[in-house]
């Protein structure tokens, strides 16, 4: 199989699992942003998952030979006026096309998709009896922003704490409550992957789980009796490239073998807690 078709085949495998459709093209950037396709001649289709597209990312990919890089958020959010290596984002995308590593960011189609990132999220809250979408997609069910779930049994956040944590891998999150964490109980959750503020408005929900609230968001829906779990922005997103592995290896390897398909080890949220 050429190069070209391969890379072509593996562009429309991701479109095939999460469609650019499903995607908030109101501000996002999604798709290939990076096509550099022309200039890797590699034997071995390598694809490196990652959530951002850092400087010691792509070193990573330059060194595994990678073909595509397959970044969660956008490398190239807003539009560029010149290239430059003075700018560390522009160098980096210099030095992906030099040694031809094309780059594919999916974002909020898998926000959206079912199986998603949202839903992958909603698996650190046990009980779960219902889970509906927040902000639907007209045109698929079960597609859209957000996840609201209603537990089968009331749980307090002494039980939820530990289990979000262990879900997402961390050791620490932050939590706003006006209640001990054993007196709260917990019928109803709203979630979103990443930054909820605007996903959660005009809903109403015990608990809000997510990567980030500002501090006038948490604070307000502390003050109307809710709680509310936020854990870093990427946190609440980097677990699922597990998942993501699967599906893309489900999605390939079983008619092309030569495509490899890493997990980046460098990626990680740019703060960490001390």
Not at 18 to 36: E, K, Q, R, S
Not at 67 to 75: C, E, M, N
Not at 222 to 247: A, M, P, W, Y
Not at 260 to 266: A, F, H, K, L, N
Request: proline share 4%; glycine share 6%.
């Amino acid at each position: 199989m050429s190069c070209s078709t391969r890379f072509q085949r593996v562009v429309a495998g991701i479109q095939k699992l999460y469609p650019i459709a499903y995607a908030d093209g109101a501000w996002d950037n999604t798709g290939l942003l990076v096509d550099a396709s022309g200039v890797n001649k590699n034997d071995k289709f390598h694809i490196l998952l990652t959530v951002d597209l850092t400087q010691s990312v792509v070193e990573e990919a330059v060194r595994a030979r990678s073909s595509l890089v397959l970044a969660y958020h956008p490398f190239i959010f807003r539009g560029l006026k010149s290239i430059t290596p003075k700018d560390p984002q522009q160098a980096s995308l210099i030095k992906l096309i030099h040694h031809g590593v094309s780059v594919y960011c999916p974002h909020t189609a898998v926000d959206a998709a079912k199986g998603g990132v949202n839903d992958w999220l909603a698996e650190a809250v046990a009980n779960v009896d219902t889970k509906t979408v927040i902000e639907k997609n007209p045109d698929v069910e079960d597609v859209g922003m957000g996840r609201l779930l209603t537990l089968s049994s009331p749980a307090s956040l002494d039980e939820l704490i530990p289990a979000i944590k262990s879900h997402l891998g961390i050791n620490h999150l932050q939590v706003a409550t006006n209640k001990s964490h054993s007196e709260k109980t917990i019928s109803t959750v709203a979630l979103c992957a990443g930054s909820g503020g605007s996903v959660f408005r005009g809903v109403k929900a015990d608990l809000y789980l997510t990567g980030e609230l500002s501090h006038h968001e948490a604070l307000y829906f502390k003050e109307t009796d809710s709680s509310v779990i936020v854990c870093n922005h990427s946190n609440t997103e980097r677990g699922f490239l597990k998942v993501l592995k699967q599906q893309l290896l489900t999605q390939f390897q079983s008619t092309d073998p030569e495509i490899v398909i890493d997990i980046s080890t460098t990626d990680k949220d740019p703060f960490q807690t001390f």
